[in-house]
Nanobody, 117 residues
Framework: QVELAESGGGLVQPGGSLRLSCAAL????????MGWYRQVPGQQRELVAS???????SYGEPVKGRFTISRDNARNTVYLQMDALKPEDTAVYYC???????????WGQGTQVTVSS
């Protein structure tokens, strides 16, 4: 079982930065592929970035070079550093965990990120 809680969203001007955090309440964090997704109303949820237990990373094309995902296995926490933010990055951002040993998948409640002047 994995419970996820995001924090760090808010309002930022274009070109600014935000850091999202996702704390995982679980004993199996070392087996969980962690990811960040985002969703705009009326559109499908899309993958922003993911990081394996061994810290291999993958990024969606729209955020490559601007966003950085990282994880602290000692603190059961994953981070998303978002730089050079654009208005099109505005969305609800969700933390996601996939247990790599089975089909278990878990979601946080989401945090709003708004990029606007």
């Amino acid at each position: 079982q994995v419970e996820l809680a995001e924090s760090g969203g808010g309002l930022v001007q274009p070109g600014g930065s935000l850091r999202l955090s996702c704390a995982a309440l679980t004993r199996i964090f070392g087996f969980v592929l962690m990811g960040w997704y985002r969703q705009v109303p009326g559109q499908q949820r899309e993958l922003v970035a993911s990081i394996s237990p061994g810290s291999s990373t993958s990024y969606g094309e729209p955020v490559k070079g601007r966003f950085t995902i990282s994880r602290d296995n000692a603190r059961n926490t994953v981070y998303l550093q978002m730089d050079a933010l654009k208005p099109e990055d505005t969305a609800v951002y969700y933390c996601n965990g996939k247990d790599m040993r089975n089909s278990g998948e878990y979601w946080g409640q989401g945090t709003q990120v708004t990029v606007s002047s």
